[in-house]
C-alpha cells in the first residue's frame, strides 16, 4: 500500500502528483502490461542488447562531446 503524507494546506494536487510519482517508482502497470503478452527469451534477450549497445552508444557521445 501506498502512503503519501500531506502536509497542513498543502494543495491536493500536489499529493496527487506524488502519488502517481510514487506508483510508478514501483513498476506495477509495467509489470501488468509484460504480462498480458508471452515474450519469448530470446526476444527479451535481443531487447536487452539492442538497449545496450544503443546506451552504450549514448555514453561515448557524451565522452566525445
Known amino acids: 500500500m501506498i502512503f503519501v ?3 497542513e ?6 499529493a496527487l502528483k506524488k502519488l ?8 506495477v ?4 502490461r ?3 503478452k508471452f515474450t519469448k ?8 542488447m539492442i538497449k545496450a549497445a544503443y546506451v ?3 555514453r561515448t ?3 566525445n562531446a
Open 41 to 48: 527469451p530470446s526476444v527479451v534477450k535481443r531487447e536487452r
Open 5 to 7: 503524507p500531506v502536509k
Open 9 to 14: 494546506g498543502e494543495n491536493i494536487d500536489k
Open 61 to 63: 557521445m557524451q565522452e
Open 20 to 27: 502517481k510519482r510514487k506508483f510508478e517508482k514501483t513498476g
Open 29 to 32: 502497470v509495467k509489470e501488468l
Open 34 to 36: 509484460a504480462r498480458q
Open 56 to 58: 552504450q552508444h549514448l
